[in-house]
T-cell receptor, first 113, second 115 residues
């Protein structure tokens, strides 16, 4: 089955700097890669996703990149702000008619003022 | 659209007791998922339904766990003879296969503490 590895487990960056979180997956058949943000005590919420037919996707300060050959994908947050502090999870699944989503173990991002 | 709804918010139970969680998915979402999350970890897949059919159950799930979705709408997750290791947040999520992609939307989750 699919296995998703995520690192680093914790990340602290200065406000205004960029943050990068990296994930690898094991199942070459996976083709859908969402990223979720979870604030303390709240539900995970989708922030961006990417499918395997593209290598990069951007939404304002957030971007994701995907390297299918290496089975790597990354989340990039630019111009970080205090409200970016949260736990971020990457995930992978097969975008088929019925498929579970497997999550990484999470990265706790802290933004230093 | 009121989102994925779970109840109760927090359950504290004695070891050996049974507990049941209920999940109401987003209206017209035909897929429903149960995940478990412990502190410092990502959501761990437990099981999922396509309409009323339970299509997959994690091997991590012992036979003390059972989930149902009898009419393809709400779902229940029951844990029998609870153990302290069952203490976690139980998350429900739903999605629709009628839309492109497999975006799942989580409920608020429900904490279980087994004492």
């Amino acid at each position: 089955g699919e296995n998703v590895e995520q690192h680093p487990s914790t990340l602290s960056v200065q406000e205004g700097d960029s943050a990068v979180i990296k994930c690898t997956y094991s199942d070459s058949a996976s083709n859908y890669f969402p990223w979720y943000k979870q604030e303390l005590g709240k539900r995970p919420q989708l922030i961006i996703d990417i499918r395997s037919n593209v290598g990069e996707k951007k939404d304002q300060r957030i971007a994701v990149t995907l390297n299918k050959t290496a089975k790597h994908f990354s989340l990039h947050i630019t111009e970080t702000q205090p409200e970016d502090s949260a736990v971020y999870f990457c995930a992978a699944s097969k975008d088929s008619s019925a498929s579970k989503i497997i999550f990484g173990s999470g990265t706790r991002l802290s933004i230093r003022p | 659209d009121t989102g994925v709804s779970q109840n109760p918010r927090h359950k504290i139970t004695k070891r050996g007791q049974n507990v049941t969680f209920r999940c109401d998915p987003i209206s017209e979402h035909n897929r429903l998922y149960w995940y478990r999350q412990t502190l410092g970890q990502g959501p761990e897949f437990l099981t999922y339904f396509q309409n009323e059919a339970q299509l997959e159950k994690s091997r991590l799930l012992s036979d003390r766990f059972s989930a149902e979705r009898p009419k393809g709408s709400f779902s229940t997750l029951e844990i029998q003879r609870t153990e302290q290791g069952d203490s976690a947040m139980y998350l429900c999520a739903s999605s629709s296969d009628r839309r492109s992609g497999n975006t799942i939307y989580f409920g608020e989750g429900r904490w279980l503490t087994v004492v």
